[in-house]
């Protein structure tokens, strides 16, 4: 007999951008835990929403509230644990909880399908097949496409990826198979086998220290793991996360970006033996749901994965780890615009466990959480092993010639460490062949259409391209203004260094590492192959080279351009600068021979550029964080960002001085307006866009008038005619 407390509705969070859920019938009171998928009417559709809690009444008339159609999950498929983070973030982040759980789950389950892990076929070229010309094929064009993409293929293909190049046909599948040219087999994708056991070097104390520290703490507790590039902090996670094996308790691993490290992967493979699952933007959904699946059964014990891994539900939890802490992708860009690792940190201090954030340049948040002894500090001074730390030095090129932006005494020091067989690493982060298209007999510049910037010549491939809208066109022969033929490159990207260095340098093999040349699944593999085995004598490269690679070989590194960022609208430039710079110069060497790292500047007097080179990171971020105080910055203050965009020009302000005026009726004096103005690039992609920053040195204080404003604005008619968002805690300012 249900009793008036008896639940009897489900509040179900749906895949919209409302800020609310909605309320459904139960059809057997009681069967139903928060944390199951429902499938609901919603309008003329049919939706699949989580149940976020269950009441016993409604703040709606009963007789409209319409019953749920199906329950899809006996038991939960967000365990209690994991909702109480999302309700959380979607309440901190003020993001609506439907997207926010829709995030959260992978593809398949939003999709209404089990939550179990499934095999999949798997098809592959067999011996005979690879002998096969497609072409000879001409009278099945199905079974030639088919083989040319399992060509493309070595390690074969499943369903999903076929039908990505629209080529999925049973029939023609079966018949390759009957030819013999093709191997069909069962797998389960995303599961990894475990490793074997590979030798581990003896602790040095630093590191011994550290693992001590953790392995001594019961429960919630945050660890900054300070070590300079080299020190052996991936040992300190692999012991730590042994010791969370060994306590029969699941590790959490975030990391910046897995496809740019396959070096830690490897490490991680080879060392523990353990189920571990891998969760990154390269696989398919069916890989993704079995590895969910298998961690939140407990099945795998190690889980690591890019930002959107802070979301897997963990049985057993014991450790989360989150390496290079400091690195912006932890933070999500758009949509529900998270900092995966603050959700982490919450989400330990909610399941007991200790986290560990690891970095050789940690952010000036968590070195500031660290000096007011909220975060625990382990120090790795030294690098692990025979390797010494390398030298910076500022190379003074005001006023110097320049060979296509290479100055004297850096191709001068190329000469001598290559002439000596070792090799060089030279950063610029600026991929293409010149920056700008211009007229040199008129001026004229290539710009984009869409967006308030100018085209990136690609020479290599004849385009000019738009690195903000990814917009595309051929190169034009001659001026449109003027008919000139007599177009230039100005500026340098890593195309024209590389054609520079072939020329200077032909006699040693140059390696090119940027967002173009490493397009193709495999190929940064690749390119890293020849790096390791020294057949590229000089590496190129954008901050793709910069994160997590190690060098042996190398002894000296070119830094070409850091002024750009010396003198950004972005309060936070200078930090990227330092942290680009101190992560580029622990690639070097890595071995026994020291290494040197020189840094081309117009500004050698910068104090913070100075600062760091002669002090290191240590000194620097304590300047810098100095610098934030005394201008009330982050993190002595909480910022949010209302973010507007439009095709008319005007409405993006209008839209936030009404959101401004609003905001003002419920704030008082601790909080601080900036803005409306236009973003740093107002047009992006064909829209005008601009920004309100919110500032208060009180979080409580910030987060109070957040609370009361997103929602009344949300609801305003305004907000339905404007694309808009809000930005707590941004990592990007403009
Ligand atoms: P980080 O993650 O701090 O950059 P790594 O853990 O990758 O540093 O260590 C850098 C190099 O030093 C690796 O080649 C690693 O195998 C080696 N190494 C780490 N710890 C030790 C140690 N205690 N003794 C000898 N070599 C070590
Ligand atoms: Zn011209
Ligand atoms: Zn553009």
Redesign the pocket.
């Known amino acids: 007999m249900p009793t008036a407390s008896t639940p009897i509705y489900a509040r179900v969070a749906l895949p919209c951008p409302l800020y609310r859920v909605f309320d459904y019938r139960l059809a057997q009171p009681g069967r139903i835990a928060p944390g199951s998928r429902v499938r609901v009417p919603f309008g003329r559709r049919n939706l699949v929403g989580v149940v976020v809690e269950l009441s016993p009444d409604t703040e709606l008339p009963p007789a409209q509230i319409r019953p749920l159609s199906e329950l899809l999950d006996a038991q939960p498929v967000v365990p209690p644990d994991l909702l109480a983070l999302l309700c959380w973030a979607a309440g901190y982040y003020h993001h609506p909880i439907g997207e926010v759980l829709a995030q959260a789950l992978p593809a398949l389950l939003r999709q209404g399908r089990p939550a179990r892990i499934e095999q999949t076929r798997h098809w592959q070229l067999s011996a005979a097949g690879r002998a096969v010309d497609p072409a000879d094929l001409a009278r099945a064009p199905r079974q030639a496409a088919l083989l040319s993409v399992l060509t493309r293929c070595p390690e074969g293909a499943d369903r999903d990826r076929l039908q990505h190049e629209g080529l999925y046909r049973r029939d023609s599948l079966r018949a390759l198979v009957d030819k013999g040219w093709v191997e069909e087999r069962l797998e389960t994708p995303g599961l990894d086998t475990p490793g074997a056991g590979a030798a581990a070097?003896?602790?040095?104390p630093a590191?011994a220290d550290a693992v001590q520290a953790v392995a001594e703490h019961a429960g919630f507790g945050c660890f900054l793991l300070d070590?300079?590039?080299?020190?052996?902090?991936?040992?300190?996670?692999i012991r730590a996360i042994e010791q969370a094996l060994a306590a029969g308790r699941q590790t959490l691993l975030l990391v910046p970006e897995i496809g740019l490290t396959p070096q830690l992967m490897q490490?991680l493979r080879a060392r523990l033996a353990a189920p571990m699952v891998i969760l990154h933007s390269g696989l398919s959904e069916r890989e993704r749901l079995n590895a969910w699946v298998a961690a939140r059964d407990g099945a795998a014990r190690i889980v690591v994965g890019t930002r959107s891994a802070v979301f897997t539900p963990l049985p057993a939890p014991g450790l989360f780890i989150v390496d290079e802490e400091h690195d912006p992708s932890l933070k999500q860009q758009d949509g529900f615009r998270y900092s995966a690792r603050d959700l982490l940190i919450w989400r330990a201090r909610q399941q007991d466990v200790p986290v560990l954030l690891?970095s050789?340049t940690p952010s000036l948040e968590s070195l500031y959480n660290a000096d007011q002894g909220r975060y625990q500090r382990l120090h790795?001074p030294n690098?692990?092993?025979a390797?010494s730390a390398p030298e910076l030095k500022l190379l003074d090129i005001r006023g110097q010639p320049l060979r296509e932006g290479l100055a004297e005494p850096l191709l001068g020091a190329m000469r001598r460490h290559l002439a000596r067989g070792e090799q060089v690493l030279l950063f610029l982060n600026r991929r293409g062949f010149a920056p700008t298209l211009i007229c040199h007999e008129c001026g004229w510049v290539a710009a984009c259409r869409r967006c308030d910037s100018h085209l990136t010549l690609h020479q290599r491939r004849g385009r000019l391209h738009c690195h903000h809208c990814d917009a595309s066109q051929e190169v034009p022969v001659q001026c449109p203004e003027c008919g000139s033929p007599d177009l230039r490159g100005l500026g340098y990207g890593t195309e024209r260094i590389e054609q520079t260095l072939q020329q200077l340098f032909p006699d040693h093999p140059c390696l090119r590492i940027d967002r173009d040349s490493t397009r193709r699944k495999g190929q940064l593999e690749a390119l890293l192959e020849q790096a390791h085995s020294g057949a590229a004598r000089i590496l190129l490269g954008t901050q793709m080279l910069a994160k997590?690679h190690?060098f042996p070989g190398v002894t000296l590194v070119g830094i070409l351009e850091a002024d750009q960022r010396l003198f950004s609208s972005d309060f936070r430039a200078s930090e990227r600068l330092a942290q680009l710079i101190v992560q580029v110069a622990?690639r070097a060497g890595?071995a026994e021979r020291p290494g040197t790292v020189l840094i081309q500047t117009h500004h050698p007097d910068h104090p913070l550029l100075r600062r760091l080179v002669t002090e290191g990171y240590a000194a620097f971020a304590a300047a810098a964080l100095a610098e934030r105080r005394d201008t009330g910055l982050p993190p002595y203050a909480s910022l949010a960002l209302l973010r507007a965009e439009a095709t008319d020009r005007e409405a993006p302000r209008e839209f936030l001085e009404q959101a401004h005026a609003l905001a003002q009726q419920q704030s008082g004096p601790e909080i601080e307006f900036w803005g409306p103005v236009p973003a740093p690039m107002e047009k992006r992609a064909g829209r005008y866009r601009a920004q309100l920053l919110v500032q208060s040195a009180a979080r409580a204080a910030l987060h109070r008038l957040l609370d009361a404003w997103i929602p009344v604005l949300a609801e305003s008619p305004a907000a339905r005619r404007i694309r808009w968002s809000v930005d707590v805690d941004p990592v990007d300012t403009f």
């Open positions: 070097p003896s602790l040095n590191q070590g300079v590039t080299g020190s052996g902090k991936t040992e300190v996670y490490r690891g050789a790795l690098r692990a092993g390797a997590g190690h622990g890595r």
